[in-house]
């Protein structure tokens, strides 16, 4: 889902070594590794910021607070941070990350040079770039600027998107659920309680950043479940006639969660037609299950009602540091599902003389099947 993104990132970002140790991140960077060794690099450049830092954070437990960061992390040697904030901010930044050379990037001169002359660079060697297409055209110029000749950068974001869920991984997002559990079932109490669609959303984020949530985002229907919108602050009150129909994701200790909120004071036949497509989901989704096949099998029941359109012809996907890690569930998909995957999946239609509903779960793939580890409440 496409949400409104804070300008400020709040909320606790540190090295927690107790969920995640120092360990996990060799096993993580020998898997870089090895991927260099396969496309001939010698590092690679591993980019993020504050809208999308998956691939960031996955090898470097680094998640920006405003602007971005990129990670210089060579084959053999140091690993080194380039953060664009300033020098008075290095310290604090340098307890989010294994890495110990946390530098600001205002001047890019000084930024790369210690690091190439720490690879012994004699002639341009080749370095695999990942998540540049996040760049600005202006600051990828001015990266290409700093570097000259001295690198050949190729594209290497298949080597960080086929990364799978690691045990540790698994752990923090099942915590990441608990989260938006609770901020889904709050947001579903206010709205019975009496509550507009705006004044429960805002019950479900509180709910969620009391339980230490670094991030809630939250869309809401207006117009009984046929669209969603971010918040205006307009606080209508409830009307009766008007079925529930939102979205809360919240980031916890990095990871994100999310699930869609619906309810009505008298049911109708999309909302069950939708939940029936989720259980359909739930029962097919397991490993090497085929992504098209679960996508025919969630939507059977909608009849000739087309998916609701918000979610872009998926029923779901991968998600983890990123809402969307990708492995869309389409009706063309080709890959398969596989063990330990963390899926978001989300089944709804919109038949404009009732109303709009989608109905939504966390699973994780496990070798008999599916484990849910969050639902829509109801």
């Known amino acids: 889902m496409r949400t409104v993104q804070p300008c400020t990132m709040i909320g606790a970002y540190g090295f927690e070594q107790d969920r995640v140790p120092g360990d996990e991140f060799q096993i993580r960077m020998n898997a870089l590794r090895e991927a260099m060794d396969r496309k001939g690099c010698k590092a690679m450049l591993v980019y993020g910021d504050t809208r999308e830092h998956s691939a960031l954070a996955y090898f470097t437990n680094f998640i920006p607070r405003s602007r971005w960061a990129l990670a210089l992390l060579p084959r053999q040697g140091e690993a080194r941070l380039l953060v664009s904030m300033s020098s008075r901010d290095m310290p604090a930044q340098r307890l989010m990350t294994w890495i110990p050379e946390v530098v600001t990037a205002w001047n890019w001169e000084s930024g790369f040079d210690p690091w190439l002359a720490g690879l012994g660079w004699d002639a341009p060697l080749t370095v695999g770039a990942v998540r540049f297409d996040l760049m600005r055209p202006a600051q990828l110029q ?15 974001d298949d080597a960080a998107a086929a990364r799978p869920t690691r045990p540790r991984e698994l752990s923090l997002i099942r915590d990441a659920c608990t989260v938006v559990s609770a901020g889904a079932g709050a947001f579903l109490r206010a709205w019975r309680d009496g509550q507009g669609v705006e004044t429960a959303a805002l019950a479900g984020e509180r709910a969620a950043r009391a339980l230490a ?43 994100w969660a999310e699930l869609f909120v619906g309810a009505a004071d008298q049911p109708n036949d999309v909302q069950h037609r939708v939940q029936a497509g989720l259980e359909a989901a739930l029962r097919s989704a397991g490993p090497g299950a085929s992504a098209a096949d679960l996508y025919a099998q969630s939507t059977q029941f909608l009849g000739r009602t087309p998916l609701h359109h918000v979610l872009g012809g998926s029923v779901g996907r991968r998600i983890g540091l990123s809402t969307n890690e990708g492995s869309e569930l389409r009706r063309d998909a080709r890959h398969v599902i596989k063990t330990g995957d963390v899926y978001a999946l989300h089944v709804g239609a919109s038949d404009p003389p009732m109303a709009g509903a989608v109905a939504s779960a966390m699973v994780a793939i496990t070798t008999n099947g599916c484990e849910v580890l969050a639902q829509s409440p109801g």
């Open 213 to 255: 949530a670094q991030d809630v985002r939250t869309l809401v229907s207006f117009d009984g479940g046929h669209t969603l919108a971010p918040f205006r602050g307009s606080f209508e009150p409830r009307s009766k006639s008007t079925p529930l129909f939102g979205y809360i994701a919240v980031k916890h200790r990095g990871y």
């Open 142 to 156: 001015a990266v290409e600027k700093s570097l000259g000749n001295r690198l050949r950068l190729i594209a290497a």
